[in-house]
């Protein structure tokens, strides 16, 4: 079986191809309900709808493209008097509307841009100030959104309660089941009369509706579920300036308008002009398909919805939102196009389509050779010429215990098992702080071997502090601000001038004045260190910036390991600042400002004392940044790179990031989890090496390379170090994924891989699972990953693969115990009427059976909260097998114990009974059906550990599974002792009762027995 479902049944995890998806839904031969089966797969015609949508975006980019440059040549003297602004947008205070907003940005119309004024024309019009933004009274603002409409794009409407039921109902067994109760009804009516002629036909009626609002209740729950986690996934906040005031809002309160500051990683949040910004390049592949990057400026100023800020930083105006926007309509489309199908689905799809091709073989079987004893029976009477209204019902009733083993063997709860599991996992991972994005990567979690992880901000705490510096030549130890004060008198003037010039104009953060008048340092934390270092030694962001003109920036990058800016000086003369990478920079450097102020030449003693203190900062795990400065000639053009040596340091800052609490305990648990942790970082080897061993990272056995050197290596070396390396510093975003790459490969091991910056989507795009930070990650990563941690701590990661496990094992338990329930089922039903001519169990009995191991076994197992000792057993890893030899074991097991009381009752129950009269025949098949539903149950408990004996361990801790026992039970003693009439069964007396609740019972230290039983 599982090489047929590995041949044929097969998906990857993400990037499955479209064959392999089109391939398993043409093999799935026997669906009762395609509507049910397939709501949790990819719609491919509505893929194939975006795709062609994209293509339509790019040609039509294109072509405006084209002509706005064919209009630069006649845009002189140009004049468009044919735009009257429409009264509705006047009456509401602007002077321009929505769909002329539109055509400027999505045509890329140079004319009509120019005609109303340029972007601060358009400001004007839409009553906004590319400075301080948008007004926040309130009237104004609902003004604005009913001219201009709301960022949100139209998503399908919520399914009610009803339309579950209603698919519930296309059941194809049960439709059949349902004209079979028609057929009843009316055949019984005719020649019994009513009420009791209806009997039958009225309790397959019940039993049908009980089903399909049973499956419908758990699907609603479920889709809820769905919902709530795709509002999660949807949320991104981003910054704007509003009265002035710069602050944090999400996507979906924009308006056009608002003034948007975007940087590197950032999406673009709605189509908008470009203000001001530096070295913006856009990747507008996610839109148009195209890969080649658009450079945005004050030329060519049109930035589109859904686009992404590849590098540079900018202020935009925002002019189209929502729906009038191509992203969304594009994400209308694709939200339909729906996730990939799950590889655990697809395979579970396989196996109810095996299963579903026996059991309707056995299904025509049984019919045929229940229809040939009546044949015979009436052979032998000499009534085969005569037929009543009791042959028909009895040629109905075997009809449908037909159909109903097909109800049965058909496994349709086991793909739909997956999705239960995962919609339960991921509600429970949201509250432990992880997001998942993709339903594949809950599932992949649990095989994952290898976890690459950053540093910063996941395995250290993020909050980072200057405690030591080295400004001129001088080593000092800082802490509270008073130290930096005296640092500040003990420089010279010159020196503090210099370094507060580098530290606020050399920044990707901001000083700001929030709205009750304190200072709020708003950036990456590295810049936050930085910035708040310079205000305790006096410096005024504001004043600094507004001293100096800035003439170019480069920002920061993974690949240079450093940023710089070029300034033109109040006395004249231009400046470039540098700061990165404390080796990096230094070996950029000739010259150095001494203990007096003095620039002096970088002499070799000078030298070796800066790489001594870089070192000694890095042994004691503090991240170490290097400054440095110099004077350009004024021929300097801001199209010219930035020099790359010749610079003088100013300083060497050491900064503490202190390692996050319950990390060592994180690491151990993965360790005994049988995952490798290697630390892949951009920061200095020794900081990442004394991290490493503190974080129990890095072992005596273990290696730590420096990317450089890893590039550096031959095939055959990557071979034999890959394997040790626990520690990769100075690491480059393509030494992050070369590395995951031949763990993945060349290996053969699930690699989880963490990330935050724009670089980083290459390799969590390669891994099996691309961890996202939430707090520090760019939009860029954030969309390229399977799973989002929302507070960027290592112990969630942990979290994150203990729930992949438990839905791995509640699945397997799952497919456990329903293939147990399918096999008896089948063999009891089938082997029965081949031998005596008539089944034990009825139409309406095996619908209940079913509703047990589908609906109510999927609840009562896929929903097992994970245990601790989950993390003690190794990981499946790529290769393991998911019906495994435990599972066989058991199941077979199983089946053959419940087959063979079974078929004892049936053959020697009235004996063991004393069943005598009339009604021996009923009160046995009762029995039969009792003790089997008893089996069912404390099979249900025995399949909540596949391994362990101890099966009650932590069982009142998953009320869920409780619920569905307790209800399981009390349901089954009202049919034996109330719906008689309806189910085909009599009440029990008590020893009765006892004695087929003690054989179900037996089946659980039979259980205990089989699981002692070696595989």
Sequence with gaps: MESYLSENFDVKAKHSPEEALQKWRKLCGVVKNPKRRFRHTANISKRYEAAAMRQTNQEKLRIAV???????????????????????VKAAGFEICADELGSIVEGHDVKKLKFHGGVTGIAEKLSTSTTSGLS??????????????????????????????????????LMILGVCAVVSLLVGIATEGWPKGAHDGLGIVASILLVVFVTATSDYRQSLQFRDLDKEKKKIIIQVTRNGFRQKLSIY????????????????????????????????????????????????????????????????????????TQWGKLMATLSEGGDDETPLQVKLNGVATIIGKIGLAFAVVTFAVLVQGL??????????????????????????????????????????????????????????????????????????????????????????????????????????SEKASSLFSEIPDSTVKLLLQSI??????????????????????????????????????????????????EPFNSTKKRMGVVLELPEGGLRAHTKGASEIVLAACNKVINSKGEVVALDEASLNHLKVTIDQFASEALRTLCLAYMDLENGFSPDNPMPVSGYTCIAIVGIKDPVRPGVKESVAVCRSAGITVRMVTGDNINTAKAIARECGILTDDGIAIEGPDFREKKQDELFELIPKIQVMARSSPLDKHTLVKHLRTTFGEVVAVTGDGTNDAPALHEADIGLAMGIAGTEVAKESADVIILDDNFSTIVTVAKWGRSVYMNIQKFVQFQLTVNVVALIVNFSSACLTGSAPLTAVQLLWVNMIMDTLGALALATEPPKDELMKRSPVGRK???????????????????????????????????????????????????????????????????????????????YVFVAVLGSTIIFQIIIVEFLGTFANTTPLTLSQWLVTVFIGFLGMPIAAVLKMIPV
Excluded at 445 to 466: R, Y
């Design 66 to 88: 084209l002509v706005s440059k064919a209009a630069f040549q006649f845009i002189q003297g140009v004049s468009l008097s044919d735009y009257t602004v429409p009264a509705e």
């Design 136 to 173: 926040t009274d309130n009237d104004l603002l609902n003004r604005r959104q009913e001219i201009y409409g709301i960022n949100k794009f139209a998503e399908s409407e919520l399914r009610s309660f009803w339309i579950f039921v209603w698919e519930a109902l296309h059941d194809m067994t």
């Design 253 to 324: 309160d924009l308006l056009p308008g608002d003034i948007v500051h975007l940087s590197i990683g950032d999406q673009v949040p709605a189509d908008g002009l470009f203000i001001s910004g530096f070295s913006v390049l856009i990747d507008e592949s996610s839109l148009t398909g195209e890969s080649e990057p658009v450079m945005v400026n004050l030329e060519n100023p049109y930035m589109l919805s859904g686009t992404k800020i590849q590098d540079g930083s900018c202020k935009m105006l925002v002019t189209t939102v929502g729906m009038r």
């Design 375 to 480: 044949f015979s029976r009436k052979w032998h009477e000499g009534s085969h010429w005569s037929w009543n209204g009791d042959n028909a019902l009895e040629l109905l009733e075997y009809f449908a215990v037909a159909v109903t083993i097909v109800v049965v063997a058909v496994p349709e709860g086991l793909p739909l098992a997956v999705t239960l599991s995962l919609a339960f996992a991921m509600k429970k991972m949201m509250n432990d702080k992880a997001l998942v994005r993709h339903l594949a990567a809950c599932e992949t979690m649990g095989s994952a071997t290898t976890i690459c992880s950053d540093k910063t901000g996941t395995l250290t705490t993020n909050h980072m502090t200057v405690v030591k510096s080295c400004i001129c030549m001088n080593i000092k130890e800082l802490g509270q």
């Design 504 to 553: 606020f104009n050399n920044t990707g953060g901001e000083v700001v004045t929030s709205k009750d008048g304190k200072l709020e340092i708003l950036g990456t934390p590295t810049e936050s260190a930085l910035l708040e270092f310079a205000l305790s030694l006096g410096g005024n962001f504001q004043a600094e910036q507004q001293a100096v003109k800035l003439i170019k920036v």
């Design 880 to 958: 393991g097998n998911f019906i495994s030899n435990v599972m066989w074991r058991n199941i077979l097991g199983q089946s053959v114990y419940q087959f063979m009381i079974i078929w004892y009752l049936q053959a020697k129950g009235k004996d063991m009974f004393n069943l005598e009269g009339p009604n021996s025949d009923l009160v046995l098949n009762t029995l039969i059906f009792n003790a089997f539903v008893f089996c069912q149950a404390f099979n249900e408990i025995s399949s909540r550990e596949m391994e362990q004996i101890n099966v009650f361990k932590g069982i009142l801790d998953n």
